[in-house]
């Protein structure tokens, strides 16, 4: 009988209860200091100016972002049509295509000067993406050139996007079979050239490779030699999933993450030891319409956690594709709705927002995830995430007991929704802190909830439903 209890009580312990001793300074563990806004956006070469012309949420939404760091989000033009663009100098408008249908994207695109001149409207820091496949490079200097004169935010510069998907009919390639050998001594030369010409150094985003193979940012630092000089950044994409492995309760989980993202850790090295930044400048949910998955609660909650994880690894931020208006599965806005993910990037950035470490408590095998941020050496706020994936019947509840806490009360705010499937276009929004973000507007409404908890002893308990998060202030 007490031998039965006693198993009991540490069945109940260890399936009921987690506890995590908040640490007082930031452990062994935490990251790096962290970048103020580490929580940016890229938009799809062809289609940015139109998101700032056409889509009347693009301003308000990162509006909100800016309004709880401080500063715009970071912000990178590119994607494959970067490199299908040509720079026309004489060009009135900012890009100029034809496409048989409005959710096409073009084979081909010319852009001018306006539309550096939009980008440098922009209050935030961007890194542009231009043309390495059409190798043309006296066009992208002269674009690049055009950059440097206008953009005072401009961060880095792209020579090409994703070039391990570079094919032998591709001009730069010459008819022969694009190796990784052969990308990474083009990046060395392009960079000198391009650099050479600017009279610039610090201003290469490098690399911009698909995942971990073949091209990989150990390999192209291998023969970086002097040029690494011109480099500001290394970047990574990263797509964890495509519309044929769709998997929300993968894409979310906690320990799925992690596991995710294991092989870019020797990608971040390979910066680190070059004395260069590491970034994911352009990452979604998954490729190709995502299977369903993309415009969910769930993939919001990947976010958030998958933001949280990248930044223990070392990278700087990560840039979240924003694609074709109309047709772009993982948007965070569209021109009439909001996109159930945004909502993950926004309590992500909440989180983040004043923060200079955060530091991992859990040891990432199981579901549940906690964070302790930190701001000037001393504990702000603790991130809970209960990555159980909730689709349907009855929503189970995980209890956190944080200890090593002060003062009597706490307070918290709640990311959730009805199911991690749930969209806002079928009609059911997350809220954040119990608000919403409107559709066509992307105006934060409703009032805000905020949860008030008791400390006793030191320490309190939260609980945390299957496919929710909660983020304490401390
Ligand atoms: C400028 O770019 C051209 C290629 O268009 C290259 O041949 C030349 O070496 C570059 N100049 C410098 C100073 O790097
Ligand atoms: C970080 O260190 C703490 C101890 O301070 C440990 O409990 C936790 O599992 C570690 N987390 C990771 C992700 O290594
Ligand atoms: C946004 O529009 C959808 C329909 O497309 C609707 O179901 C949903 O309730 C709207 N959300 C808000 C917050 O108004």
Redesign the pocket.
Known sequence: MILGLISLSLYLSSAYGLSFEIPATPPSNASKTLAEAPVGVSFEFFAYPAYFTDVASTETCLENLKDLTGVWPPMRIGGTTQDRATYDASLTEPVSYTVASATDAPETLTFGPSFMEMAADYSGSVTLGLNRRLDNIANTISAAEEAVSVMGNLYAIELGNEPEFYVDTDPIADGETWTAADDYASQVLWQEEVCGNLSSTDIISAGVYFGTSPETIQGLTAVEGDANVYVKDYCSHNYPQSASTADLETLMGHSDITTEIEPFAAEVAAAVAMGKEHVFGETNSATGGGGGISPTFGAGLWILDYVMQSLLMGTKALYFHQGTIGDCQYCWWGR???GSPYFGAYFATMALAGADQIAELDDQTTSFAAYAIYKDNTPTKALLYNSEYYASGTRTYQVFTLSGLSGSTVTAKRLTAAYATSR????E?PTVAGQ????GTCTLTGEATVETVTVSSGSAQFSVGASEALLVYL
């Open positions: 009439y709705d909001m806002v276009d079928e009609g929004s919403k973000f409107e559709n």
